[in-house]
C-alpha cells in the first residue's frame, strides 16, 4: 500500500474505508427490484415518444437511474463514517462518532452536534424546521452544545448561523450553525485545506483497492424477465402494472 500522506487519517483506515464504500455499491438488478417502487408504464411511454428512443433504451436509462439512487445513498455512508476515522493533525485524537441514532455525527467531548447533508438544496422548509427544532432541543438539554448542518455541497464555503423561519418568525442562534464541508474538515483535524487534500488523493485511494479487488460486472436479468411476460418489452411493463385490470389479458400495444 503506498502512502497517502495525509495528516490527519491513518493509510489503512482510509484505504479500508474506501474499500468498504466501494464493496457496497450495487451490481445486480432483478425485475422484482425494477419494479420496487412500481414502474409508471405511462410515464414511460411518454418518456420514449418525446425523447425519441426505444422503450429498451428508456428502461435502461431507469434502471441506470436506480442503480445510481443506491449508489448514492452508500456515498453519505461514506461520508458520514469517515469522520470515526479522522483525528486533529496536531493532537492526533479525535472524539468523533457515529452514533446508531439521532445525530449524524456528534464529539460529546466538545459537545458537538451534526446533521449531515449531500446537497443545500435537499431539504424543504419542513424538514428544515424539524432539524432546526431537534437542535433547539439539544441546545435546551445543555446549552453549551453546538449544532451543526454540514452541506457536503453548500453554496458557498461558510460557518454562519443557520437562520430558519419557525411559524412566521425568524429563528437564529449562534450556536446553531450552517457549515460546509470544508470548514467542518477544517474544524476536526485543524488543516485548513484537508478537505480539498482528501479530494486529491482519493482517486489513487479507490485505484490501489480496486487493484485488489476481483471487479463486478453489472447483473441485469430484467429484459430477461419481462419477454418471460411477453417478448414484446412494452406490452410487458403495461401488463406488470395493469395485469389485473379490464382487458389487459387482451392488450394490443
Same mark, same amino acid.
Given at each position: 500500500?503506498q502512502?497517502?500522506?495525509?495528516?490527519?487519517?491513518d493509510?489503512?483506515d482510509?484505504?479500508?474505508?474506501v474499500?468498504?464504500?466501494?464493496?457496497q455499491?450495487?451490481?445486480?438488478?432483478?425485475?422484482?427490484?425494477?419494479?420496487?417502487?412500481?414502474?409508471?408504464p405511462?410515464?414511460?411511454?411518454f418518456?420514449?415518444?418525446?425523447?425519441?428512443?426505444s422503450?429498451?433504451?428508456i428502461?435502461?436509462?431507469?434502471?441506470?437511474?436506480?442503480?445510481?439512487k443506491?449508489?448514492s445513498?452508500?456515498i453519505?455512508?461514506?461520508q458520514?463514517?469517515?469522520?470515526?476515522?479522522?483525528?486533529h493533525k496536531d493532537?492526533?485524537q479525535s472524539?468523533?462518532?457515529?452514533p446508531?441514532?439521532?445525530?449524524d455525527?456528534v @464529539?460529546l467531548a466538545? !459537545?458537538?452536534y451534526?446533521e449531515?447533508? #449531500?446537497?443545500h438544496?435537499?431539504?424543504?422548509?419542513s424538514s %428544515?424546521q424539524k432539524?432546526?427544532?431537534?437542535?433547539?432541543?439539544?441546545?435546551?438539554?445543555d446549552s453549551?452544545?453546538?449544532?451543526?448542518?454540514?452541506?457536503?455541497?453548500?453554496k458557498n464555503?461558510?460557518n454562519?448561523?443557520w437562520?430558519v423561519?419557525?411559524d412566521g418568525?425568524?429563528?437564529l442562534?449562534?450556536?446553531i450553525?450552517r457549515?460546509?464541508?470544508?470548514k467542518?474538515?477544517?474544524?476536526v483535524?485543524g488543516e485548513k485545506e484537508?478537505?480539498k487534500?482528501l479530494?486529491?488523493?482519493?482517486p489513487?485511494?479507490?485505484d490501489d483497492v480496486?487493484?485488489?479487488m476481483?471487479r463486478?460486472?453489472i447483473? @441485469?436479468?430484467v429484459? !430477461?424477465?419481462l419477454?418471460?411476460?411477453d #417478448?414484446?418489452i412494452?406490452?410487458?411493463?403495461?401488463?406488470? %402494472?395493469?395485469s389485473?385490470?379490464?382487458?389487459?389479458?387482451a392488450l394490443?400495444?
Amino acid at each position: 500500500m503506498q502512502e497517502y500522506e495525509l495528516s490527519f487519517i491513518d493509510d489503512i483506515d482510509l484505504y479500508n474505508h474506501v474499500k468498504e464504500t466501494i464493496e457496497q455499491y450495487r451490481f445486480s438488478i432483478d425485475l422484482k427490484a425494477f419494479n420496487k417502487n412500481l414502474i409508471d408504464p405511462i410515464k414511460l411511454t411518454f418518456d420514449a415518444k418525446i425523447y425519441g428512443q426505444s422503450i429498451e433504451e428508456i428502461v435502461e436509462s431507469e434502471i441506470i437511474r436506480q442503480l445510481d439512487k443506491s449508489n448514492s445513498n452508500v456515498i453519505g455512508y461514506f461520508q458520514q463514517n469517515f469522520f470515526k476515522y479522522l483525528y486533529h493533525k496536531d493532537t492526533k485524537q479525535s472524539n468523533w462518532s457515529v452514533p446508531p441514532k439521532g445525530f449524524d455525527i456528534v @464529539n460529546l467531548a466538545d !459537545k458537538i452536534y451534526v446533521e449531515m447533508k #449531500n446537497k443545500h438544496n435537499t431539504m424543504n422548509s419542513s424538514s %428544515s424546521q424539524k432539524t432546526y427544532m431537534r437542535m433547539q432541543h439539544q441546545l435546551l438539554q445543555d446549552s453549551q452544545s453546538q449544532c451543526y448542518l454540514v452541506e457536503v455541497i453548500a453554496k458557498n464555503s461558510q460557518n454562519i448561523p443557520w437562520q430558519v423561519s419557525l411559524d412566521g418568525e425568524t429563528a437564529l442562534h449562534k450556536n446553531i450553525r450552517r457549515v460546509s464541508i470544508d470548514k467542518f474538515y477544517e474544524i476536526v483535524t485543524g488543516e485548513k485545506e484537508a478537505f480539498k487534500q482528501l479530494v486529491e488523493v482519493l482517486p489513487k485511494v479507490m485505484d490501489d483497492v480496486l487493484n485488489r479487488m476481483q471487479r463486478n460486472s453489472i447483473n @441485469n436479468s430484467v429484459f !430477461k424477465e419481462l419477454r418471460e411476460i411477453d #417478448n414484446n418489452i412494452l406490452k410487458s411493463l403495461y401488463l406488470l %402494472s395493469f395485469s389485473k385490470y379490464e382487458g389487459f389479458n387482451a392488450l394490443k400495444i
